[in-house]
């Protein structure tokens, strides 16, 4: 299954690499499984700070592997074989402490798009363009699609994207929030690298207070989101890594994290 996923970790970062280029890493079971399997690997990994997803070739993931269910007898038992790891992984990947960025290339479709919804930031090239497409092939969202698209763009928003399942270019995405950044096609790989390397040297607990504040705010009133905050804030000031802030703020010297 390794095969099928590129994984590599470099000064506390994880790039995970979808790897079916031939067929613009279109989900099927195996590759599935292999995602899941790295993204734990990843998220569990206390030498990992950021975790990167992309895709391996001119796309980064254009959707479900729609030969995996022509071919199926069952296709609605087919469906949970395929959904059920990916489903797994965008629960890690939530979860994780780690920020998660996605680098999005060309094609983003179907569940592609749908992980990029998912993940914390998303940073693209200028030949990207999302399509959730699911309505193109009488099926409904996954992968988190139909939870997270209401609330990065709101509900009316969601509704067209969702149920009108058209071509979404890059500059447009970006200017609804669906992407943090567009860069130029053949510099996406180095901007995502200083993307990730810049919260790599950010204060690792506090980088997953703030995700962790964030993600469960939607499930809050003002008054537990205010006490959360307040928890949050007290038990970050406790930490060396505050203490550490604080020393090289007033010595006018960049902090170094250790995430303690």
């Given at each position: 299954m390794s095969e099928l996923v590129?994984?590599?970790v470099e000064e506390g970062v994880a790039h995970i690499r979808l790897n079916r280029p031939e067929v613009l890493n279109v989900l099927d079971v195996e590759l599935a499984r292999a995602f899941c399997e790295r993204v734990a690997l990843a998220a569990n990994d206390p030498s990992v700070r950021v975790i990167v997803m992309s895709g391996?070739?001119?796309?980064?993931?254009?959707?479900?592997?729609?030969a995996y269910f022509r071919g199926a007898q069952d296709r609605g038992q087919a469906a949970h074989r395929l959904i059920e790891p990916i489903h797994r992984a965008v629960m890690i990947l939530a979860s994780a402490r780690q920020p998660v960025i996605a680098s999005v290339q060309g094609v983003a479709a179907g569940a592609g798009a749908s992980l990029i919804f998912?993940?914390?930031?998303a940073i693209a090239a200028e030949d990207a363009g999302l399509n959730l497409a699911y309505v193109n092939v009488a099926a409904t969202p996954d992968c988190s699609a139909s939870w997270s698209l209401p609330r990065l763009v709101g509900l009316r928003k969601a509704m067209e994207i969702a149920l009108l399942g058209e071509r979404i270019e890059a500059s447009e995405a970006l200017r609804l929030g669906l992407?943090?950044?567009?860069v130029p096609t053949g510099a996406l790989e180095d901007e995502t690298r200083?993307?990730?390397q810049r919260l790599s040297r950010a204060a690792p607990?506090?980088?997953?207070?703030?995700k962790r504040l964030m993600r469960e705010s939607l499930n809050r009133t003002l008054q537990e989101q205010l006490a959360a905050e307040q928890l949050s804030f007290a038990s970050g000031a406790a930490t060396e890594d505050f203490h550490e802030a604080l020393e090289a703020f007033f010595a006018r010297?960049?902090?170094?994290?250790?995430?303690?």
């Amino acid at each position: 299954m390794s095969e099928l996923v590129h994984t590599d970790v470099e000064e506390g970062v994880a790039h995970i690499r979808l790897n079916r280029p031939e067929v613009l890493n279109v989900l099927d079971v195996e590759l599935a499984r292999a995602f899941c399997e790295r993204v734990a690997l990843a998220a569990n990994d206390p030498s990992v700070r950021v975790i990167v997803m992309s895709g391996e070739g001119r796309s980064f993931c254009a959707g479900g592997d729609l030969a995996y269910f022509r071919g199926a007898q069952d296709r609605g038992q087919a469906a949970h074989r395929l959904i059920e790891p990916i489903h797994r992984a965008v629960m890690i990947l939530a979860s994780a402490r780690q920020p998660v960025i996605a680098s999005v290339q060309g094609v983003a479709a179907g569940a592609g798009a749908s992980l990029i919804f998912a993940a914390d930031l998303a940073i693209a090239a200028e030949d990207a363009g999302l399509n959730l497409a699911y309505v193109n092939v009488a099926a409904t969202p996954d992968c988190s699609a139909s939870w997270s698209l209401p609330r990065l763009v709101g509900l009316r928003k969601a509704m067209e994207i969702a149920l009108l399942g058209e071509r979404i270019e890059a500059s447009e995405a970006l200017r609804l929030g669906l992407f943090n950044r567009v860069v130029p096609t053949g510099a996406l790989e180095d901007e995502t690298r200083k993307l990730a390397q810049r919260l790599s040297r950010a204060a690792p607990l506090a980088l997953q207070g703030i995700k962790r504040l964030m993600r469960e705010s939607l499930n809050r009133t003002l008054q537990e989101q205010l006490a959360a905050e307040q928890l949050s804030f007290a038990s970050g000031a406790a930490t060396e890594d505050f203490h550490e802030a604080l020393e090289a703020f007033f010595a006018r010297r960049p902090p170094h994290f250790s995430g303690r």
